[in-house]
T-cell receptor, first 112, second 112 residues
Framework: DVKVTQSSRYLVKRTGEKVFLECVQD?????MFWYRQDPGLGLRLIYF???????EKGDIPEGYSVSREKKERFSLILESASTNQTSMYLC???????????FGPGTRLLVL | QKEVEQNSGPLSVPEGAIASLNCTYS??????FFWYRQYSGKSPELIMF????GDKEDGRFTAQLNKASQYVSLLIRDSQPSDSATYLC????????????FGQGTRLTINP
């Protein structure tokens, strides 16, 4: 079974803090994604990566950056957290092609 | 901008009846189509995928695809209270593209 894990289920941070969200997949997948999910707005793609050290902006990259130093790990960084970044963050991976994406359990982030 | 549209619901169905969930998409080049189920507070989990026009059945679930009408649906037969969840339709774009475009989801409630 594909396993995608995220470093935290719940996280509380203060405005202005630098926040790191980690995602690890154990299936040697090429592609990894970060989404945020908000009520009424659905899943929105923040960043994705096709390969190590490669990254592409999604639909809402502002205020975020990513890092992929190893194939199995994809990190989302909030450089200076703001209250409007309070959300559920979901990581996903896929082997590529037309395959489906497999999701991690999500991190619910609250920025105060 | 590629779009995937779903009726947000809520859709209420009596236990044992057929639940019908619908999704339309804007990109005619889309090649693969996915249905995810998401329980409250949890991450999306894949239920079915379909690539070809017609029906695809898996247990109580049937996915239907009509590329000419740009329409994909999910039927749930013999609905159970445990089927109560939000159902997300997702569409993969051009061949080689890795991104999924998600609909906002339809909230389904099965009434005992």
């Amino acid at each position: 079974d594909v396993k995608v894990t995220q470093s935290s289920r719940y996280l509380v941070k203060r405005t202005g803090e630098k926040v790191f969200l980690e995602c690890v997949q154990d299936m040697d997948h090429e592609n990894m994604f970060w989404y945020r999910q908000d009520p009424g707005l659905g899943l929105r793609l923040i960043y994705f990566s096709y390969d190590v050290k490669m990254k592409e902006k999604g639909d809402i990259p502002e205020g975020y950056s990513v890092s992929r130093e190893k194939k199995e790990r994809f990190s989302l960084i909030l450089e200076s957290a703001s209250t409007n970044q309070t959300s559920m963050y979901l990581c996903a991976s896929t082997p590529g092609g037309l395959e489906t994406q497999y999701f991690g359990p999500g991190t619910r982030l609250l920025v105060l | 901008q590629k779009e995937v549209e779903q009726n947000s619901g809520p859709l209420s169905v009596p236990e044992g009846a057929i639940a019908s969930l619908n999704c339309t998409y804007s990109d005619r080049g889309s090649q693969s189509f996915f249905w995810y189920r998401q329980y409250s507070g949890k991450s999306p989990e894949l239920i079915m995928f379909i690539y070809s026009n017609g029906d695809k059945e898996d247990g109580r679930f049937t996915a239907q695809l009509n590329k000419a009408s740009q329409y994909v649906s999910l039927l749930i037969r013999d609905s159970q209270p445990s089927d109560s969840a939000t159902y997300l339709c997702a569409v993969n774009g051009d061949q080689g593209a890795q991104k999924l475009v998600f609909g906002q989801g339809t909230r389904l409630t099965i009434n005992p």
